[in-house]
């Protein structure tokens, strides 16, 4: 996989609180009931990866909230 050690000075995953966070209890209502197209962002505080793409899914969210709705999903908190 590499090393994620640069990924990782990022700083911590936080969510963006205009994003809502979709559980097992509401993933059915938050993304299929959506009336919009739904980017759903699956995330863990552990993945450098996501770290580095948090805030450009905080800006897609912000610049496309009147056509699609963003949704996150930690994985670790929806096993």
Avoid: H, N
């Amino acid at each position: 996989m590499g090393d994620v050690s640069a990924a990782t000075a990022v700083g911590p995953v936080v969510a963006d609180a205009s994003i809502p966070e979709a559980t097992d209890a509401t993933f059915d209502q938050l993304v299929i009931q959506s009336d919009k197209p739904v980017v759903v962002d699956f995330w863990a505080a552990w993945c450098g990866p996501c770290r580095m793409v948090a805030p450009e899914i905080d800006r897609l969210a912000a610049r496309y909230a009147e056509t699609i709705d963003v949704v996150k999903v930690d994985v670790d908190a929806t096993r």
